[in-house]
């Protein structure tokens, strides 16, 4: 682990590199010809694009290659506990001595890039020498000018839920601008899928793709369904059940059923994807901590379960599966900045018994817990705040059978981890 710290710290301080986002496909595309285009070795590249829900529906995907005996390197952002996370190169993750030496290569060719660009490099670089049989690439915030954008014939472009995240990032602080830089700039002459979306984006997404010469595949030629306990996918040919342990709330089961869409497209076996589904569980996606040195600490009747969403949409979708729950539930709130933290919380009224809120530790970007404080008690919650997460958990801690539910940062789930 602080190898990885080491390395974030290295390329924060790098006088070659920037730490602030910019947006420009110039400097990777001077700096991909001055390696002579190891972009151009890639095969059959997936892209994944969208606000909510890129990690997993890739992650599926992978796991359904992998089972059908095909390899496959994957680019994800950000890491959760460790920035090899970022790289799986078929069938293990790049060496933090593999990152430095490519970190290397990287710094000889004088390009000033953003930190961002240079490990999409570290992940290109990497990925043009291990001829897996596919590469999945996880979008950045938007896709206009994202570092990824750099691949001229990608096999598919997949399109996860869209909704008004990273307005910062814009001129245009709108809902269409989001929609348009991230499915206005698509390739030409490549599968498109389109995964769940309200109508009313659905109906702007459509509109933008009107001229787009690709194959198009909309999300209502399937649907995931209900019966009494169990879900399933179901599209005109099939139905599926999805027996899945670690996946549990709406949002992320639509995640399933679009990657099981994609994989039957792919021509990989309705017994392979039933036998991987199972297997599939997502890190800080709704994620009971089994054991560990944080739940050590409480009583058996205490569960923790941590969840990274820190959008309205992505919020939602955690309050919808705890107002499911029989159990009490505590929470305790973190958030970065360039967030809106009260929209986000108030997709959680009368859902928590009680809030803590906490600042992110080693996190620069975090918001303050006394401010997180201010804007729950605004909205009406119970709430104390806390200097970390041992401190939070004490306080909530008791013979009480409930859920102490973690959420609001990827960030914070990644230090939650750790912890444990």
């Not at 506990?81 to 799986?88: G, H, Q, S």
């Not at 996880?138 to 598919?156: R, T, Y």
């Not at 010469?213 to 179901?234: A, D, E, G, H, V």
Request: with cysteine.
């Amino acid at each position: 682990m602080s190898q990885s710290i080491n390395l974030y710290n290295q390329l924060a301080k790098h006088k070659l590199f920037n730490k602030t986002v910019n947006f420009n496909l110039k400097r990777i595309q001077l700096a991909l010809s001055k390696l002579n285009h190891p972009e151009r070795k890639l095969y059959n590249v997936i892209q994944v694009i969208g606000s909510d829900g890129k990690f997993s529906v890739l992650r599926a995907l992978r796991f359904f290659i992998e089972e059908n005996k095909q390899t496959v390197s994957t680019h994800v952002s950000p890491s959760i506990t460790d920035i090899r996370e970022r790289f799986w190169m078929g069938d293990r993750y790049l060496t933090h001595q593999e990152i430095k030496k490519t970190i290397k290569t990287i710094e000889k060719l004088k390009i000033p890039l953003t930190i961002y660009e240079v490990l999409t490099l570290v992940f290109i670089i990497n990925a043009s020498n291990k001829n897996t049989d596919y590469v999945i690439q996880e979008a950045g915030c938007l896709w206009k000018l994202d570092s990824n954008n750099v691949i001229d014939f990608p096999l598919m472009q997949i399109i996860v839920n869209i909704n008004k995240q990273h307005l910062n990032f814009l001129k245009k602080k709108t809902l269409n601008e989001v929609i348009n830089q991230k499915v206005g700039y698509l390739s030409n002459f490549t599968n498109i899928y389109v995964g769940k979306q309200k109508n009313s984006v659905l109906k702007k997404i459509k509109k933008k793709l009107k001229k787009n010469k690709s194959n198009i595949k909309f999300s209502n030629n399937w649907k995931l369904i209900k019966k009494k306990n169990n879900f399933f996918y179901k599209d005109k040919n099939i139905k599926l059940n999805l027996n899945t342990k670690y996946i549990h709330s709406k949002g992320l089961l639509e995640n399933l059923c679009l990657a099981i869409q994609i994989a039957l497209d792919l021509k990989i076996e309705k017994n392979i994807i039933l036998k991987t589904i199972p297997k599939i569980y997502y890190r800080a996606r709704i994620d009971y901590l089994k054991k560990g040195k944080l739940t050590n600490n409480l009583y058996n009747n205490e569960k923790i379960l941590i969840d990274g969403c820190h959008s309205e949409t992505s919020g939602k979708n955690l309050a919808d599966y705890l107002k499911s729950l029989k159990k009490s539930v505590y929470g305790v709130w973190a958030m970065t900045k360039n967030k809106d933290p009260d929209k986000f919380i108030k997709q959680f009224n009368g859902i928590f018994k009680k809030i803590i809120t906490i600042p992110i530790e080693n996190e620069p970007a975090s918001l303050s817990n006394k401010l997180l404080l201010k804007i729950a008690k605004k909205n009406n919650f119970k709430v104390e705040s806390s200097r970390n997460i041992e401190e939070a958990l004490k306080k909530i801690s008791s013979k009480e059978k409930k859920i102490i539910c973690i959420f609001g940062s990827l960030y914070l789930c990644g230090n939650i981890l750790n912890k444990n």
